[in-house]
Every structure is written in structure tokens, then in C-alpha cells.
């Protein structure tokens, strides 16, 4: 189990700041972006200033490793079985709605950290990542806690945790099976 206050200021300590979920959508970025050791380019992007302090950076290190290889395995796994790292549905609205908005954004940054010459994206994933950027537009001042929202968040955030995998499964998977010209 990770602690998600733990790791967020662990997070904070490094250069990008990044939130729990911003920093799961940067691992799951590079993972279905295809870079060839997403787990170090990962660490090393969100790495901590050597001056943090109250906080363990072997156990912070430690977490971010467990949620790299639970997601790697969940990427791999033939079921679809990605979960987004995001908080409970205990959580308000708002702060879920938050969350996804940065998980999407984190996805986004590293796709755009990658070099993607060579095998450009299929057009279902150009399609993806507009629907990607279009969810970052995403209104949410005021956004109301009622069953409507609640709905429409639930909806999103399956799209987006099919919407990776299916990336995954063209940009890494299919490519690993292509047969070498």
C-alpha cells in the first residue's frame, strides 16, 4: 500500500512537483510512449532536491518503484487491468476531478518528452492524445458535486485508463511482435 500524503511531499521535494497522480500519468506516459527504461527516465525526472528534508528518500524511492512495477504488470497483463492512480471515490468530486486533469497532463508532458521519429503514432492514437489535450480543458471551478458530474467523471476516467492501454498495446506491444525488416 502507498501512502498517498507520504508520497506527495516527496514528490513536491523534486523539480517538477508533481502531484501523485500527475506523476503516474508521466510513468504511464512513458511506458505506452515506448522509452526504452521508462522506470529510470521516471525516477530521474522526479527525483527529490538533495536538500529535502522530512521526508525518507528510500522510502519515497521505495513507493515510487512499487507503483512503477504495479504498473508495468497491470500494462502487460492481457485483461485491460490499468488503474489509474488517483483518489478514492471517498474523496470530493473536485479533488478527483483535480486529479485526473493531472494525471492526463503528466501523460501528455512525457509523450511530449519522447522522440518519436521513426514510428509515428497510428491514427487512433493521434485521436487519443487530442481527446487527451481536450480533457486538460477541462472547466473545473465550480464544479458541483451531484450524481451528473459523478457520472461523467467515472466515464472519463474509463476512457482515458482504456485509452492508454490501448496505446500501450500499439506503440509497445504490437511493435515488440512486428517481425524485423
Keep these: 500500500m502507498i501512502d498517498d500524503d507520504r508520497l506527495a511531499r516527496y514528490l513536491a521535494a523534486g523539480e517538477l512537483c508533481a502531484t501523485p497522480s500527475e506523476a503516474h500519468g508521466i510513468l504511464c506516459g512513458l511506458m505506452c510512449g515506448g522509452d526504452a527504461d521508462p522506470e529510470s527516465t521516471w525516477l530521474r525526472q522526479l527525483r527529490p532536491e538533495a536538500e529535502a528534508r522530512d521526508l525518507s528518500i528510500d522510502e519515497g524511492r521505495e513507493a515510487l518503484s512499487e507503483l512503477a512495477r504495479r504498473t508495468r504488470e497491470e500494462l502487460e497483463a492481457s485483461e485491460f487491468g490499468l488503474t489509474l492512480f488517483l483518489p478514492d471515490d471517498t474523496r470530493p468530486l473536485a479533488e478527483r476531478a483535480m486529479a485526473l486533469y493531472d494525471w492526463v497532463r503528466g501523460f501528455l508532458y512525457a509523450w511530449g518528452t519522447l522522440d518519436h521519429t521513426g514510428a509515428q503514432p497510428a491514427a487512433e492514437t493521434n485521436e487519443i492524445l487530442r481527446d487527451f489535450t481536450d480533457v486538460t480543458r477541462m472547466d ?29 498495446q500499439e506503440r509497445v506491444v504490437v511493435c515488440a511482435h512486428a517481425p524485423e525488416s
Design 140 to 168: 473545473l471551478d465550480g464544479l458541483d458535486d451531484d450524481e451528473h458530474n459523478e457520472e461523467a467523471l467515472t466515464e472519463v476516467s474509463e476512457f482515458i485508463r482504456v485509452a492508454a492501454m490501448t496505446i500501450y
